[in-house]
């Protein structure tokens, strides 16, 4: 298969279907663009299922995503697409950067669910960025932002609901997108490395946080949120 391109936390190959791409999850963890770094066995096959759980969630509810077919227990394969250089970030409770950027205390309930975009850089450390800023470089449109913000506030919605049936409340998370066949499509993953999970009795944490911090037990974390959206 055709090495397209290595990320931090996946490998994407040539489809054998033209349009198409193989993606596969691979065990590296990362925090901190890349300094902190460690190979977490089996965190790659626990973050395919649960996203791809989501996903189908999604879809099943008019979301238009990349996904079209799971491979393997960590493979997946998908609509090749043209990736937005912005992370959507959707926030419902105040936390990491938010948090440390504006002073309000982590687990400070938000009067309004935030959608902020971030450039899609690791040479520039993925820096927060407005929409005249996003049109003015040309990385998207307007309507390419104001479709994914529509997109986003539908996944907070289905997943706020979708967690909260299995005892989790969804604190943030990040999108990405991507254009194929001159449409927008949910891309990437959805999983404990892209959100913040927490107990919604206890507030522990079980996503990405557990390894950003040193919390421990982090593949404990991804397991028990499989085992609750799995029912
Ligand atoms: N996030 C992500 N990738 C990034 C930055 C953030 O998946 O490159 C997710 C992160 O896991 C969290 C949400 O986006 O669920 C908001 O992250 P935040 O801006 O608070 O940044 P952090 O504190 O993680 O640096």
Redesign the pocket.
């Known amino acids: 298969m055709e090495k397209l391109y290595e990320g931090k936390s996946k490998i994407v190959y040539e489809g054998e279907e033209p349009g198409t791409c193989i993606i596969k999850y691979k065990d590296t963890a990362t925090a901190g663009n890349g300094v902190k770094k460690e190979d977490l066995p089996g965190k790659g096959k626990l973050n395919a299922e649960i996203s791809n759980i989501i996903f189908n969630h999604l879809m099943e509810n008019g979301v238009k995503t990349h996904l079209l077919k799971v491979i393997d227990d960590t493979t997946v394969l998908a609509k090749k697409a043209d990736i937005v250089m912005v992370?959507v970030?959707v926030?419902n409770v105040a936390?990491?950067?938010?948090s440390k950027k504006y002073g309000v205390p982590e687990g400070s309930p938000l009067k309004n669910t935030v959608v902020e975009f971030?450039y899609k850089s690791d040479e520039y450390g993925?820096p927060m960025i407005n929409d005249s800023q996003i049109t003015a470089i040309g990385i998207a449109t307007q309507e390419e932002l104001d479709e994914m913000k529509a997109a986003a506030l539908k996944v907070n919605d289905l997943m706020v609901e979708m967690f909260s049936k299995a005892g989790i409340r969804l604190i943030?998370?990040?999108l990405e997108f991507g254009r194929a066949d001159g449409e927008l499509l949910l891309c990437d993953e959805i999983s404990p490395?892209?959100?913040?999970f927490w107990d919604a009795k206890t507030n522990e944490k079980l996503?990405?946080d557990r390894f950003?911090r040193d919390l421990g037990n982090v593949l404990g974390g991804y397991s028990d949120v499989l085992a609750r959206i799995k029912g």
């Open positions: 992370e970030i926030r936390a990491g950067s938010f971030s993925d943030d998370f990040k490395d892209s959100c913040r996503d990405k950003r």
